[in-house]
């Protein structure tokens, strides 16, 4: 079985348990996304053809990672006129990891909500590792400056 989705702009024929890389989605690593412009479905069954998209179903998939591409360079020079421009670019991507292909308005299976996440969420381990310290006491004017410095202010 597999499907057609588009996603920032393009599509991209997937399967279950496929990697795809696509422009940048919000989350983390380990969020659950879904994708719900289906363009075409394809499984024993026969083939769906959106118009535009396929009724009721969709694709369920689980962000890897966050990341970057590659650097592209636009160098741009006019010739005899001593000028010359140089840009450079890295587009944002994301990794994800498509679990399975929902059809006919299903929701994600039980084996799919089970997925183990790799990362931990950042708020569970942020409260676990830092101690909460006292709030600390402003200090009065004399302790900020030695006395040194105000005896040799006044001579």
């Given at each position: ?28 690593p ?37 990341t ?66 006292a ?21």
């Open positions: 079985m597999f499907a057609v989705i588009k996603t920032g702009g393009k599509q991209y024929r997937v399967a279950a348990k496929d990697t795809i890389t696509v422009m940048s989605l919000e989350g983390g380990g969020d659950a996304v879904t994708f719900g412009e289906v363009l075409m479905l394809s499984s024993e069954a026969g083939t769906q053809v959106g118009a535009p998209f396929v009724a009721g179903a969709s694709v369920a998939g689980q962000i890897v990672e966050q970057r591409g590659e650097k592209v360079i636009a160098f741009k020079k006019r010739r005899r006129k001593n000028s010359k421009r140089k840009r450079g670019h890295r587009q944002d991507l994301t990794l994800v990891e498509i679990v399975e292909i929902l059809a006919d308005g299903a929701g994600r299976s039980a084996a799919a909500e089970a997925v183990p996440t790799e990362a931990a969420p950042v708020e569970a381990v942020a409260a676990e590792t830092v101690p909460e310290a709030p600390a006491e402003p200090l009065a004017p004399a302790e900020l400056v030695p006395a040194e410095a105000t005896e040799h202010a006044e001579a």
